[in-house]
């Protein structure tokens, strides 16, 4: 009887406990379908000081709208915006191109004539053709834009590490309000020396008035479109800066993060990826045309130098002024917040390839982020003719300088003829 009962009996197993390094490499966080599918909670943000008065300032000039809405009296502001701006511009390549027939007559060289002229008027022209870009063809995608990235920094607001970038924000939104102060009464000032001086300032003839009005007025609206890429761009760089510190925060503590908050940090870099190529592509013919106009202002600043220099005249200096800062401005600052953007998705995707993130269970929702920040390495910032970063300012920089040689050369052989 016993036999039979202990042939029936069954065995007894003895359970063996994973070691911890077993179950740090094949069990991942836990994850719930409610955490999986709920929205990411949204914190608070909102444009004031600084970032505010460049929104009112952009909205006035009719540079940007608010979607949705039907605003009559910005309509004529963006109408008046371009009948002023083409008023000043027609003025002012009438002038010019008196002036060059005035100069041919009178026997000087014909390069120099050109750099003092804006090439006949089409510096003026490429300045004309970017506000009036701005205003007809992106100013509905630019205010869309705007509320986009208003309602992403929201979600990303409620990242633990969103203080410090909010921070950095403000900042820069206070440091471009000041350029843009500093900048346009640095035009209208050297404009006014461009035209009078203390001596002659009592002669001045009303069409002495006109043509610094005109000069003024296109300068300044020209500045504006730089600006209004760098607003957005400003805001979008603070959302990727919060969702990098928040993967190396992780990476840092190494802790495990759970699916949904890869999800919820992957939905808000996949929106600002989105906001900030919609931003580009929206602004790309009035960014094309504002850079071509820092070029040629570029070639003819240096050429209008190095003919003050080798004919001791000083009267270039204030030409070279008044110019150098705003053909710097449309050059410079796309591409250098392109750049940074382009940084911050580096730093992302070298985050995503740290050991702590490496987990079996994470790998789905990993390989879809690393594409995501892929796609952004290979395409953010693309104008279609050429990108946004700090490489292109090099190569535009080489193409200044081979213009710059070859005119110089023409000028030297004119000089050396007329002497």
């Known amino acids: 009887m016993s036999k039979a009962m202990s042939a029936v009996a069954p065995e007894k197993t003895v359970s063996v406990a994973p070691s911890p390094a077993d179950t740090a490499i094949w069990v991942g966080p836990e994850d719930t379908t409610e955490d999986a599918e709920s929205a990411p909670p949204a914190g608070r943000f909102e444009r004031c000081g600084a970032a505010g008065a460049l929104l009112r300032l952009l909205r006035l000039a009719a540079l940007t709208d608010v979607p949705g809405r039907s605003h009559g009296h910005r309509l004529a502001h963006g109408l008046l915006l371009i009948g002023l701006d083409t008023a000043a511009m027609v003025i002012l390549v009438r002038r010019n191109v008196q002036m060059f027939i005035q ?3 009178d026997g000087k060289p014909i390069t120099e004539i050109a750099m003092y002229t804006g090439y006949l008027g089409v510096i003026f022209v490429t300045m004309w053709a970017s506000v009036a870009l701005a205003v007809v063809a992106g100013r509905r995608r630019h205010g869309q834009v705007m509320v986009t990235s208003e309602r992403v920094l929201a979600r990303a607001a409620a990242l633990s590490s969103f203080r410090t970038s909010n921070k950095t924000l403000f900042r820069r939104n206070s440091f471009l309000l000041a350029a843009v102060v500093i900048v346009n009464a640095y035009t209208v000032c050297c404009t006014f020396f461009l035209f009078f001086n203390v ?4 002669h001045a003839s009303t069409r002495d008035v006109i043509h610094f009005l005109s000069l003024t007025f296109i300068d300044c609206a020209n ?9 957005p761009a400003i805001e979008l760089l603070a959302g990727y800066r919060a969702v990098a510190d928040e993967l190396n925060d992780i990476c840092q503590a190494k802790r495990l993060p759970s699916i949904s908050e890869l999800r919820r940090l992957r ?7 989105e ?11 009035e960014l094309i045309f504002s850079m071509f106009y820092g070029i040629l202002a570029s070639i003819s600043v240096s050429l209008v130098a190095i003919t003050g220099l080798l004919l001791s005249n000083n009267a270039w200096i204030i030409f070279v002024v008044m110019y150098s800062l705003g053909a710097s401005l449309a050059v410079l600052l796309p591409c250098e917040l392109a750049q940074r953007a382009l940084n911050a998705a580096h730093r992302t995707h070298g985050l995503l390839l740290r050991p702590p993130l490496q987990l079996p269970a994470l790998q789905h929702e990993l390989g879809l982020f690393r594409e995501s920040v892929g796609r952004d390495l290979a395409s953010l910032g693309d104008l279609g003719l050429f ?3 700090r490489s292109s300012v090099l190569s535009i920089v080489a193409t200044i300088a081979t213009y710059i040689i070859v005119m110089v050369q023409f000028l030297v052989t004119e000089l050396a003829a007329t002497a």
């Open 199 to 202: 001596d002659n300032i009592s």
């Open 267 to 273: 939905a808000i870099y996949v929106e600002l990826s």
């Open 275 to 285: 906001t900030f190529s919609s931003l580009t592509d929206g602004m790309s013919a």
């Open 103 to 105: 100069s041919l007559a």
């Open 223 to 231: 500045l504006l479109v730089p600006i209004k890429f760098a607003l």
């Open 387 to 389: 990108r946004l970063q």
